[in-house]
């Protein structure tokens, strides 16, 4: 069972930065997952953000590209999401998810962190 804390929220102004941080346990093989973000904001469908495969390829939703970077550590479980010249439509709660990249396909959810952009 993969366990996901998700980190680096918090309130910001428009146009500032945020990191957020996702470390994951419970699981040798890290390197073995699709990592993405996801966001919802109050009353709208959860959605995807940025993903990162196994072999470092990655995807962005077309409202964050070029302001958004998704990065991640397998020596460390991490994964990250650099945001910058954030907006207050970025407010949402972001999710990290880990989805293994063969096989089951088992995937498994953090609890998320707010995320609070101030115009």
């Known amino acids: 069972q993969v366990q996901l804390v998700e980190s680096g929220g918090g309130l910001v102004q428009a146009g500032g930065s945020l990191r957020l941080s996702c470390t994951a346990s419970?699981?040798?093989?890290?390197?073995?997952?699709?990592m993405d973000w996801y966001r919802q904001a109050p009353g709208k469908e959860r959605d995807l953000v940025a993903s990162i495969n196994n072999i470092d390829n990655t995807n962005y939703a077309e409202s964050v590209k070029g302001r958004f970077t998704i990065s991640r550590d397998n020596a460390k479980n991490m994964v990250y999401l650099q945001m910058n010249s954030l907006k207050p439509e970025d407010t949402a709660v972001y999710y990290c998810k880990a989805v293994l990249s063969y096989g089951s396909r088992s995937a498994y959810w953090g609890q998320g962190t707010q995320v609070t952009v101030s115009s």
């Open positions: 419970g699981t040798r093989i890290f390197n073995a997952y699709d």
